[in-house]
């Protein structure tokens, strides 16, 4: 499956999982390269493009697909099966905790790695991990990739009404 570094401590272990019951997990486009070049699986397998989330609270740069009346945003986010994340295992653990996405890194954390969230829904007195900070700098730097890589992808095409297809994943955004 996702290749794991068993030196990495789980401090999610008392968890009941509710921030992957429930919140979508919004990727980068280096994020998403990165898990499925990770992945043992397609794209499509684990990830999708959706429009259900709210632009306002997310500072990744959507996708923006024109059409005769407007524009609709797209995010890639990690695959559910219903609300849950497809990465939840039944007891609660996740399958790729040891390289899960930045934002996964930072719950229940602002993006500066410091600041607790209003409304967090993690449920157990979470202690900060050494590697907070770090991980809010390498997601800052992968938020302007994004942004870059984004914009190039609504000129090329959202511009022109495509909407995004997960099976065409690596032509959109492959590093090649």
Same mark, same amino acid.
């Given at each position: 499956?996702?290749?794991?570094?068993? $030196? #990495?401590?789980?401090?999610?272990?008392?968890? !009941?999982?509710?921030?992957?019951?429930?919140?979508?997990?919004?990727?980068? #486009?280096? &994020?998403?390269?990165?898990?499925?070049? !990770?992945?043992?699986?397609? %794209?499509?397998?684990?990830? &999708?493009?959706?429009? !259900?989330?709210?632009?306002?609270?997310?500072?990744?740069?959507?996708?923006?697909?024109?059409?005769?009346?407007?524009?609709? &945003?797209?995010?890639?986010?990690? *695959?559910? =099966?219903? *609300?849950?994340?497809?990465? =939840?295992? +039944?007891?609660?653990?996740?399958?790729?905790?040891?390289?899960?996405?930045?934002?996964? *890194? =930072?719950?229940?954390?602002?993006? +500066?790695?410091?600041?607790?969230?209003?409304?967090?829904?993690? %449920?157990?007195?979470?202690? *900060? &991990?050494? !590697?907070?900070?770090? +991980?809010?700098? $390498? =997601? $800052?730097?992968?938020?302007?990739?994004?942004?870059?890589?984004?914009?190039?992808?609504?000129?090329?095409?959202?511009?022109?009404?495509?909407?995004?297809?997960?099976?065409?994943?690596?032509?959109?955004?492959?590093?090649?």
């Amino acid at each position: 499956m996702v290749k794991q570094n068993p $030196k #990495i401590i789980n401090s999610c272990r008392a968890c !009941n999982a509710k921030c992957c019951r429930g919140l979508a997990v919004v990727l980068t #486009i280096p &994020e998403a390269l990165r898990l499925v070049d !990770n992945a043992a699986m397609r %794209p499509e397998e684990i990830l &999708e493009f959706s429009r !259900n989330i709210d632009s306002r609270r997310t500072p990744h740069y959507p996708l923006l697909v024109k059409h005769e009346k407007g524009v609709d &945003e797209w995010f890639i986010i990690i *695959r559910r =099966l219903g *609300r849950n994340c497809i990465f =939840l295992h +039944d007891d609660y653990s996740c399958a790729i905790y040891h390289s899960r996405p930045f934002v996964c *890194r =930072l719950y229940p954390f602002e993006l +500066d790695g410091r600041t607790i969230k209003k409304g967090a829904l993690c %449920p157990i007195s979470f202690v *900060r &991990e050494e !590697n907070m900070e770090p +991980d809010a700098v $390498k =997601l $800052k730097r992968d938020l302007l990739e994004h942004e870059v890589i984004a914009r190039k992808w609504c000129v090329e095409r959202g511009k022109r009404g495509e909407k995004p297809d997960m099976a065409r994943f690596k032509d959109y955004f492959s590093r090649e």
